[in-house]
Antibody
């Protein structure tokens, strides 16, 4: 059974840091691209960052670029999101999600959707 | 960045109704369009990927169509468990943008 379990969320002051983790099991982690998606209270889904299976391609939303860093450890079946310089607008539930990449065209991975998601971890940025 | 525009933002429907939600991309995304269902307090669930392929385990009353820039999610006969929010998302390029969501409520 595929499982994704996030951890590391919590309450942090503006300007602070947090490191989120996502533990994967039930599939060959090293074969899949992974993503972080967040959802602010009462709002829609916002893609945050993605990393391909061997970390060849890494992308960030403009809203987090320069502050967040995605990484993975394929030997430990784990995905991470280092979040620095946190702002009130980063308050959200953060989900990790798996994506199967169909093809890479023009150095751009094309995917088949996020087929498995974790339960989410809440990050609250407040003084 | 590719912008995804869903309509309507909300709708009221009755059990048994046929429901259609549309999604428009700001530029062509071929068929790299996915649909998700989300219930309150839960993670999103993939319903349809690459515009029209039903994810394993998803009831056949859900269907998707379209290519290029215009896409549709159809629920042929709305069931009580289908009252939720629905999101489209493109997986043609990054950022992997989502539509703003459609909330399906009980009439």
């Amino acid at each position: 059974e595929v499982q994704l379990v996030e951890s590391g969320g919590g309450l942090v002051k503006p300007g602070g840091s947090l490191r989120l983790s996502c533990a994967a099991s039930g599939f060959t982690f090293s074969s899949y691209s992974m993503n972080w998606v967040r959802q602010a209270p009462g709002k829609g889904l916002e893609w945050v960052s993605s990393i391909t299976s061997t970390s060849t391609y890494i992308y960030y939303a403009d809203s987090v670029k320069g502050r967040f860093t995605i990484s993975r450890d394929n030997a430990k079946n784990s995905l991470f999101l280092q979040m620095n310089s946190l702002r009130a607008e980063d308050t959200a539930v953060y989900y990790c999600a798996r994506e199967d990449i169909v093809v890479v065209e023009a150095a751009t991975p094309r995917g088949e959707g996020f087929d498995y998601w974790g339960q989410g971890t809440l990050v609250t940025v407040s003084s | 960045d590719i912008q995804m525009t869903q309509s309507p933002s909300s709708l009221s429907a009755s059990v048994g109704d046929r429901v259609t939600i549309t999604c428009r991309a700001s530029q062509t995304i071929n068929s790299y369009l996915n649909w998700y269902q989300q219930k309150p307090g839960k993670a999103p669930k993939l319903l349809i990927y690459t515009a029209s392929t039903l994810q394993s385990g998803v009831p056949s009353r859900f269907s998707g169509s379209g290519s290029g820039t215009d896409f549709t999610l159809t629920i042929s006969s709305l069931q009580p468990e289908d009252f939720a929010s629905y999101y489209c998302q493109q997986s043609y390029s990054t950022p992997r943008t989502f539509g703003q969501g459609t909330r399906v409520e009980i009439k």
